[in-house]
């Protein structure tokens, strides 16, 4: 271990918030180690990162990774993290986002007992858990309602995360994270899917959208500005649990007036609703209050809702333009 700079650990770092904190780690001096699913490719993540391939649904290795990075903080971000998906594929989602947060707490408490290390462990907790909310907007103090496979397998890791804390004194904290955003989204999550499709059928590469509940309405935020604030909790004087969130709320309705609006086009003549893309149970309403992050952490977010909009349409322009020349 290079004991003058931090070291961090991130699981999923393949992904679209392993990437943008991995940039933010980096430019603060950190030494940055991520742990890499089989079969995924390290996605957006920067060379800098030094990878390791392990799995939360095994955990088999676990010990032996923190032994090798001896690591200052740990930022859990793996998971199967597609609602939808987690209705398929319940028992491998509840594995991977419930039973493996156990198995890397469990994991770092016995590292710590045997090195006398000090690790700081983020977990991705997210406002599916609120689910049928029963306040709005949702804080920290507002019940759970799980309503997926997925929230359910969060509400499990939120409670273990919170148990390692209060049991053995662990410095671990819960970001509780509403939808966050940007160019770097997996393609079937709503935003991302809509941006795509609205640049491709701009340039005349594709003429439909299929999608589900245009009803269904969400606190989105910028994915970069989010990390910041899993960074924040860690370096806090006390471990706790915090709401990221921007405090606004808009429909599946209003992101697609807004990207196909960016580009002048009239979203009405391309959608159409699949019965495919509804869900068994739906979340309709999230709005989070993050007024404890303001305040304790000094975190706010800086994008807003039509800017984040703006952002991946134009990179999405971008990248059907490319896709174009390719073409032709
Ligand atoms: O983009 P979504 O799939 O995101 P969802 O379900 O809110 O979950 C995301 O945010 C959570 C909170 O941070 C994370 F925990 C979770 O891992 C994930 O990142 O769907 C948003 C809304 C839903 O109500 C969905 O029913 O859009 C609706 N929707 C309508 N048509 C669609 C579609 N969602 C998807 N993915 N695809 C559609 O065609």
């Not at 580009?263 to 869900?279: A, E, G, M, S």
Request: net charge negative; hydrophobic share 40%; proline share 5%.
């Amino acid at each position: 271990m290079n004991s003058d700079r931090p070291v961090a650990l991130i699981t999923g770092v393949s992904g679209q918030d392993g990437s943008y904190l991995s940039e933010l780690l980096l430019a603060k001096g950190y030494q940055v180690h991520g742990m890499v699913a089989c079969g995924h490719a390290p996605g957006h993540c920067p060379p800098e990162v030094v990878l390791h391939h392990g799995d939360l649904a095994d955990g088999s290795n676990l010990g032996a990774l923190l032994d090798a990075v001896r690591p200052h903080e740990v930022y859990n971000l793996a998971a199967q993290s597609h609602v939808q998906l987690s209705f398929e594929m319940p028992v491998y989602t509840a594995n991977v986002a419930g039973l493996g947060v156990l198995r890397l707490l469990e994991a770092i408490r016995i590292h710590q007992a045997r090195t006398g290390d000090a690790v700081r462990f983020y977990q991705a907790s997210s406002s599916e858990m609120f689910g049928r909310a029963v306040e709005t907007p949702q804080t920290e103090r507002t019940p759970f309602h799980p309503r997926s496979p997925y929230a359910c397998a969060k509400v499990f890791g939120y409670w273990q995360t919170v148990n390692y804390r209060e049991a053995y004194g662990l410095f671990a904290c819960n970001g509780i994270l509403f939808n966050h955003e940007s160019p770097r989204r997996g393609e079937t999550f709503v935003t991302r899917k809509i941006t795509r499709a609205a640049a491709r059928i701009k340039l005349g590469l594709q003429h439909e959208l299929r999608l589900g509940n245009l009803d269904a309405s969400r606190d989105w935020g910028f994915a970069g500005d989010y990390v910041e604030a899993m960074w924040r909790m860690l370096q806090y004087d006390q471990p706790d649990d915090y709401v990221i969130a921007t405090g606004c709320t808009h429909t599946v309705h209003d992101f697609l007036d807004a990207a196909f609006g960016r580009l002048d086009l009239d979203w009405t003549r391309h959608v159409q609703i699949d019965p495919l893309f509804l869900r068994p149970a739906e979340v309709d309403v999230l709005r989070g209050d993050a007024t404890k992050a303001r305040t304790q952490l000094g975190w706010q977010p800086r994008v807003a809702f039509d800017e984040l909009v703006c952002m991946m349409t134009d990179a999405d322009l971008q990248l059907a333009q490319r896709e174009k020349r390719m073409e032709t």
